[in-house]
């Protein structure tokens, strides 16, 4: 992290669903993020839809992410008028059942430094992804066994979302996508030293920009700890003063205050140890949007 020259570098993003609404809710948090960047940006939206069986035409009238009338709409409450020339926006449509090669092909393709994946909470939820984190992390249990106890619609999606954030050369990041009515309230949790990678994503453009309060929960004290991380948290937190609060950390996190939560933001690593701490809150999570590390 090197402050202020973390938001003068360009971000271009890949934003990558099936379902309609998960992609404009991932293309909102895509806009803040690249909003945050003083550089010119692009976000490019690819939503895959199954191929058509060979009696089957396409449906009329069917929203898809190319629809100009949608990014104007999605884009209005977000970019202001003078910002719009910042960022540039590409939308696709394709029908595949190769969504990964598709994703990481078009990632390369526009030459995007983070790919963002959509995935709604019927199709992925943070219960599966905890038995899946369980399961695998007994070192005598094969990656065949660990996707066998699975039902074969989830061992598929649960595989490919392994591959795509171990294959995926640049920044990955996955929305467990809940809904939300706004982002009022977002919980950060820092769980594990990589975790303050993701600061400069959860501070800066939604706390400056919007009315939202950012709860960080600072589980291992690196706030404190850390000089590097430390002067980060100090930068941003004259920028955004009054909108950042640190968990206090002789209080328990209960059920009630994750359910009053519309957003948790936190790095992969601290998704795995909080899977796999076993609190009784985690069927209680909102959306989730899990960044992998090297975000930066």
């Known amino acids: 992290m090197e402050g202020d020259a973390d938001f003068k570098r360009p971000l271009h993003a890949l934003v990558s669903f099936t379902e309609t609404e998960t992609g404009k809710r991932l293309g909102i948090l895509a806009a803040h993020f690249t909003l945050s960047r003083i550089d010119k940006s692009s976000i490019t939206f690819l939503q895959l839809l199954r191929p058509l069986e060979a009696d089957q035409e396409e449906e009329e009238g069917q929203e898809t992410m190319a629809s100009d009338v949608y990014q104007n709409k999605l884009f209005t409450s977000i970019i202001e008028r003078r910002e719009k020339s910042r960022v540039t926006i590409r939308a696709f449509v394709k029908r595949s059942d190769d969504w990964l090669s598709e994703t990481l092909n078009l990632s390369k393709e526009q030459e995007c430094n983070i790919v963002l994946l959509g995935v709604s909470c019927h199709r992925l939820n943070p219960g599966l992804c905890q038995k899946y984190f369980r399961l695998k992390s007994d070192p005598t249990r094969s990656e065949h066994h660990v996707l066998s106890q699975f039902q074969p619609s989830e061992a598929h999606i649960l595989s490919n979302i392994s591959s795509f954030m171990s294959r995926n050369p640049m920044a990955s990041g996955l929305l467990l996508d809940q809904g939300w009515n706004s982002l009022s309230s977002l919980f950060v ?70 359910q009053g939560q519309d957003l948790v933001i936190m790095g992969s690593s601290g998704w795995a140890k909080l899977l796999n701490a076993g609190l009784p809150w985690i069927d209680a999570l909102p959306s989730v949007l899990i960044l992998k590390d090297n975000i930066l």
Not at 210 to 223: N, R, S, T
Not at 236 to 251: A, H
């Open 189 to 258: 949790p820092i769980l594990c030293p990589t975790d303050v990678q993701i600061l400069p994503y959860v501070l800066f453009r939604f706390a400056e920009k919007e009315p939202v309060e950012l709860m960080i929960w600072d589980a291992i004290g690196i706030l404190a700890s850390d000089t590097k991380a430390q002067k980060f948290y100090q930068l941003i937190g004259k920028k955004i003063e009054g909108k950042v609060m640190l968990w206090d950390g002789n209080q328990k996190i209960d059920r009630a205050f994750i």
